[in-house]
């Protein structure tokens, strides 16, 4: 099966129904994208497939073939994303720091879609879980990446 | 741990196949960048012998802490374990702050196993909100003298006395000559010279660091997914492991009714039996959990002489009515006066019972563990852990080696709120151990989300009944207090006869309020579930106990609970001005309940806690949405006595306040039958975004010696929220969660 992964075509050897998360990160190595529940409660995995903020936890790998996949590990080649890195670091949003790449992946997706999100829009997308209770600083971060696009 | 160079620490790829190979940063650093270090001018043969003498000072010798590299980066070799709370931020600012070292250039990692590194009473564990207060004294030492050592390197050089010489971050300088040395050019040198017996310390009013709000070292790697944490380690040649556990302790494997079908699936290596679970090793982790979970095993009933037995029966509710039933007279934790006669002669008594539920830790990172037998007999162990030493005492018996023959790696921690100390059943690696000496290959063994909620340690049930009496000016004249039930103190590391267990009881016993006559005891009570440290330990649950009784003392005797603590800590001054604080913080103190702009009615609770050496007081504002409570905005005044870094210190009053909430609101592990109903945050659910009050901190620096700030954060949240909903409508919840109590409309 072939994977577009961060831009690059990827070969892997997985059954249908393997979660991409455990594609990404066992087959891969690509660790950055995180195992929380697996039952897309948290968003700790979460990814973009075609831009749009995907919990890879429960996405079958057979699913997404063919798809744009971008995991955290490229976050900072698209522009966007690279600005909401920026707002996390100057926010020094991350505690233990375990959920922050699906943090991270979910602004992008929001702000790739919706350059200046309402507070509304802002709650409506970042719903993944921080048990650290980051949510003041990641709401401030998102905000400071949408005034700065 | 958060450069560039991570991932050497977890690989073992670049390392020639099947030698016993030391894989700890110094081994890997020092040969990849030829760095010069303060640290390895000790040959190991010495080091060896110096740790196994017992005269070694922990906190002294600079070579256990520090290297200084040609670049001038410092690498820091930390006691603490970094797991959100800032720790390793927090240790390069003290040690900065005295070698003259821009923290921003230093690399902090876990230290290996050693005695250097007890510097927490004696011992060493990342816990208690303990580290800063702890190590701060030798931490600024350490820098001190590292930093004299360079001074005099650099004399030597120059030929000049080291009296003419200062420092700027990062270099020596000689004013008069216009010359200075980069600190990274003098380390060779340095770490040549004996280390001085003391040097001078900066002096406070001249700190550049201490006390700022630098930027945390390791944001920006936890910002782009290069943070690598337990669950992220591979090791060359590894199988992956997934267990499941017997429903309830103590029972254990049996028949496997499915056994050739699991073999036969996709990457299955083999299946293995371990005390109380079975596990399926395989090439891929998903593979491995996937013929797991289709293993079809008989469990068997627990041997007569099984430790740690679930029983069959166990349920929460029913336990609930133990410790409700369970009377005294219990074990003291303090007696002051003479509760009886007060209660006598008082104008009015009043009596309540009190409790909150089992708790789960529920930190993001499931538990995992990586072991790694070596052709030399030794083992290395990758595990989130709060103690490294500890854990290693307990994997060598489990192993069967001796201490020194296991090497702990501690790689940041995804989240722990005291999940990771030692409890028996609820580690993951004596498994990994099991497994990885059963197969010859290394294994990595992650505990899926649902088998840690299976096992993991419990903050315990507690319950508190209470007795008050009350003069005739409205003041209490006596307060009673038994606390049913254990903590983990008691559990984990045991209570003299007599004795109250301190964990059970912290956050009723010895509270600041002039309340004459005082009698706290302890009713101990066992648990059946594996009980454990979850953040704030006694006091998480203690202070919502006693503050919310405490503002129905005041209402009984007429009095605002805000004005009734004032009188209470008239004499109390760092209380008393830090209630103010938290007064004049959220705009002056008003009860409710009052209309607020956007057409809710509000209320507000207040409460106080003193706990890990801190002070705080907590004012919540709250208004019902449908039956449940809204928490808008939570006012924390915090004082540690002094501070290392305020924005640290503020990003942890708001996580504590996330935890407290989601535990006041919501949380609950709920057992039937011996198994606990939740078995992910679908059912378990904790504190979400939409939920997030806004939380406004002051700091208090009031000179006291300093305190903790992971936890202290927490006790006040439940207690000001409860109280501020008995103020909204009247009700007084005295058991946790709130979401079990349908709250009616104002």
Redesign the interface.
Known sequence: MELNINGTTRSVE??AD??LL?VL???L?M?????????A??G?CTVLVDGQATRSCVTPVESVAGMAIT???A??QDPVGRRV?EA??AA??????????GQ?MAATSLLKQTPHPSDEDI?AA??????????????AAVRQAAAQG | MMDGLTPALFSAAQLPEGQPVNLSRRGVLGAALGALVLGVALPRGAARAQAAAPAVQPGTRIPAFLEIRQDGSVLLKSPFIE????VDTAMAQIVGEELDADPARFVVECAPPGPDYALVNGRRITGGSFSVRSAYPAMRQLGARARAMLVQAAATRLGVPAAELTTEPGKVVHAASGRSLDYGALAAEAAALPVPETAPLRAERDFRYIGKPV??L????????????S??V?VEGML?AAVQHAPRLGMEPGAFANEAEVKAM?GVHSIQRLPGAVAVLAD????ARRAVETLQVGWTPPAADARNVMPADFSSAAHHAVLAAATGPGNPAEVEGDTAAALRSATRTIEAVYDAPFLAH?????PSATARWNADGTLDLWLPNQAPEMFQAVAARVAGIAPEQVKIHSP??????GRHFLYDSANPFPQAIQLAKEVGRPVKL?W???EEFLRDALRPMGLARFRAGIGPDGMPVALEAEAVGEGPIGRWFGTAPGKADPSAVEGIAEKPYAIPNRRVVQVPLRHPPIISFWRSVGHSMNDFFYEAFLDEVAEAGGQDPYQLRLRLLAEKPRHKALLEAVGELSGGWKRGPYDAADGTKRARGVAMASPFGSEVATIAEVSLKDGAVVVHDVWVAVDPGRMVNP?IIE?QV??????GL?SALLEEVVYVDGVPQAR???NYP?????R?P??HVRIVESGAPMGGIGEPGLPGVPPAVVNAVAALTGQRVRSLPLAKTRLGAV
């Open positions: 997985a059954e393997t979660p455990w990160r066992d087959e190595g660790t950055g994208t995180k195992y929380g529940c697996g039952v409660q948290c700790a995991t955290i590990e976050v900072e890195v996390w670091v020094q949003a991350p505690q233990c720091g375990y959920c922050q790449s991270v709650a970042m719903t993944n879980l921080c048990r650290c209770g980051t949510y003041n600083a990641i709401a | 797991g959100g709370q800032g930027a945390r390791d944001v920006r790697a936890k910002s782009t997914g290069r943070a690598m944490y669950i992220d591979t992956q996709p891929r982790w998903w593979r529920g930190q993001l990172e499931p940041l921690l995804g989240g722990f709120f992650i899926t989300r649902e924005a990003a708001n996580s504590a306040v996330a935890l989601s992910n945050f679908d904790i504190l979400t975004p939409e997030m806004r939380v």
